[in-house]
């Protein structure tokens, strides 16, 4: 099975930051990899997938680059409602992994 | 608005069993793939199984094989999932989810709580 490791498990930072988190798959996942956004008592949020695909309403400072085993989700300008949870996740093999999330905190 | 609506958690004793159901509108249920997965409350998410539109294919993460079966209704809408022989482990909150034509879930239910305790 693959593996997702993501890191840091949790980042701190300001607002106006720019942060990148990190996910690795334990073998070449060409571009499926999709990343999450998930805020307490709430269902998670897609926000890209195909490794770089913004999904559709996402605000553009978020960003994703990547392929083979090495992804990035990086968020130019960090906004007050950016805090949350992150997830990468690999798809489009017979059975799906996610990361263990990264946890965006305020400074 | 596409909708997912789960239910069927609750309480029950280890061995037990509990059938999850997610009730969908707002789309063409029958043309798209559909998803559980669980989330212990304040830690990762989990996949669990997937079925695809016709149910010609269905999936299971390793530890629920053999105990939990993936299942849909496209007449009713509906998707389930039967869960046998639950153990402490299975804990968690469960999200049916739609797989969409970009690949990944694009649309997530609220969730629905089981909790396996004595």
């Known amino acids: 099975d693959i593996q997702m490791t993501q890191s840091p498990s949790t980042l701190s930072a300001s607002v106006g930051d720019r942060v990148t988190i990190t996910c690795r798959a334990s073998?070449?996942?060409?571009?499926?990899l999709a990343w999450y956004q998930q805020k307490p008592g709430k269902a998670p949020k897609l926000l890209i997938y195909?490794?770089?695909t913004l999904q559709s309403g996402v605000p553009s400072r978020f960003s994703g680059s990547g392929s083979g085993t090495e992804f990035t989700l990086s968020i130019s300008s960090l906004q007050p409602d950016d805090f949350a949870a992150y997830f990468c996740?690999?798809?489009?093999?017979?059975?799906?992994?996610f990361g263990q999330g990264t946890k965006l905190e305020m400074k | 608005e596409v909708q997912l609506v789960e239910s069927g958690g609750g309480l029950v004793q280890p061995g037990g069993s509990l059938r999850l159901s997610c009730a969908a509108s707002g789309f063409s249920f029958d043309d798209y793939d559909m998803h559980w997965v669980r989330q212990v409350p304040g830690k990762g998410l989990e996949w669990v199984s997937s079925?695809?539109?016709?149910?010609?294919?269905?999936e299971y993460v390793d530890s629920v094989k053999g105990r939990f079966t993936i299942s849909r209704d496209n007449a009713k809408n509906s998707l389930y999932l039967q869960m046998n022989n639950l153990t402490t482990e299975d804990t968690a909150l469960y999200y049916c989810?739609?797989?969409?034509?970009?690949?990944?879930?694009?649309?997530w239910g609220h969730g629905t709580l089981v909790t396996v305790s004595s």
């Open positions: 073998q070449s996942i060409s571009r499926w």
């Open positions: 996740q690999h798809y489009n093999f017979y059975t799906w992994t």
């Open positions: 195909l490794a770089s």
């Open positions: 079925i695809s539109w016709n149910s010609g294919s269905i």
């Open positions: 989810g739609r797989e969409g034509i970009t690949g990944p879930i694009d649309y």
